[in-house]
């Protein structure tokens, strides 16, 4: 890795670039993944590279329907398992989702090394390489195992392309989508939409599912039955704007 001073004004944002790149030459990220890492960062500095309130009101939401959850899985594709490894085992471990790894650029050796780098950061079992079952997509982000993805209640999709959002909600299923652009098709399709960097999601997640641990059933169904998805990314998309504003008020630019 080149070495990033951590006095670095944009000390997180060249770390996280370097993980990224580090995971493409693992072999685990896709090259893109870059492309699609690009893109994340540029809504993430639109947004002000903070976890704003209605994205963490979608967090709490997404806790509670893991934890009330029957069947809750946790998706992993090649950004998530280079960026957030630590945080994708913890989040399983404190939540009981399991891991499936579910890749759109799919090859038995990407499946392998992913499966194996969750494994070296902690993961017990980890689904995905059987590939017993199939959604009803033309590209191979539909190979999904039998007892994970498929009989899923509850799965949490960070970074995802959208078709399989759609696909999933088709099927009845809760799917928590982490993607910062709050006008993506996964962002309009999913029933919950944190618009925050997976980096920050998952870590916001992890503690909050330590607090809300002990919270009842019918306190944790009241959390999910109060939220409206639209309402967050309308939320979203007002941060976007109003931090525009901000900034060009501070440059002395004029909003029109
Ligand atoms: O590993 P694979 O083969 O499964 O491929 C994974 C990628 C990410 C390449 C694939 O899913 C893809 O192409 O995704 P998209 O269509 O580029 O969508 C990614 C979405 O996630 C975009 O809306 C980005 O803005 C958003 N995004 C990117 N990085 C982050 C992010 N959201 C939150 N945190 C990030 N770090």
């Excluded at 090259?31 to 947004?47: H, M, N, S, T």
């Excluded at 190979?143 to 759609?166: S, T």
Aim: aromatic share 4%; net charge negative; with cysteine.
């Amino acid at each position: 890795m080149t070495h990033i001073p951590e006095d670095h004004p944009r000390y997180a944002s060249l770390i996280t670039r370097e993980r990224i790149v580090e995971g493409v030459q693992m072999g685990i990220t896709s090259q893109q993944g870059l492309v699609a890492q690009g893109r994340g960062e540029a809504f993430d500095y639109l947004i002000g590279e903070r976890t704003i309130g209605s994205a963490a009101i979608a967090e709490r939401v997404a806790v509670a329907y893991l934890l009330t959850a029957q069947r809750p899985i946790i998706s992993v594709n090649g950004n998530t398992a280079a960026l957030v490894p630590g945080a994708l085992v913890s989040l399983s471990d404190v939540t009981g989702a399991q891991l499936e790894v579910n890749l759109f650029h799919r090859s038995d050796a990407r499946m392998h090394r992913i499966i194996e780098h969750l494994k070296a950061h902690g993961a017990g079992k980890v689904l995905g390489s059987k590939g017993d079952a199939r959604l009803d997509l033309s590209h191979d982000r539909g190979i999904v195992d039998q007892e994970g993805i498929y009989a899923a209640d509850v799965v949490l999709v960070p970074l995802e392309d959208g078709d399989r959002c759609q696909k999933l909600v088709e099927m009845g299923k809760i799917v928590i989508a982490i993607d910062l652009n709050p006008l993506s098709r996964t962002s309009l399709s999913a029933t919950v939409t944190i618009a925050d960097n997976v980096t920050r999601a998952l870590e916001n997640m992890i503690q909050f599912t330590k607090e809300m641990k002990k919270d009842s059933k019918k306190q944790l169904q009241a959390i999910i039955d109060s939220y409206d998805n639209r309402r967050v990314l309308a939320d979203a998309m007002y941060a976007i704007q109003e931090h525009l504003k901000n900034q060009a008020g501070r440059e002395g630019i004029e909003w029109i």
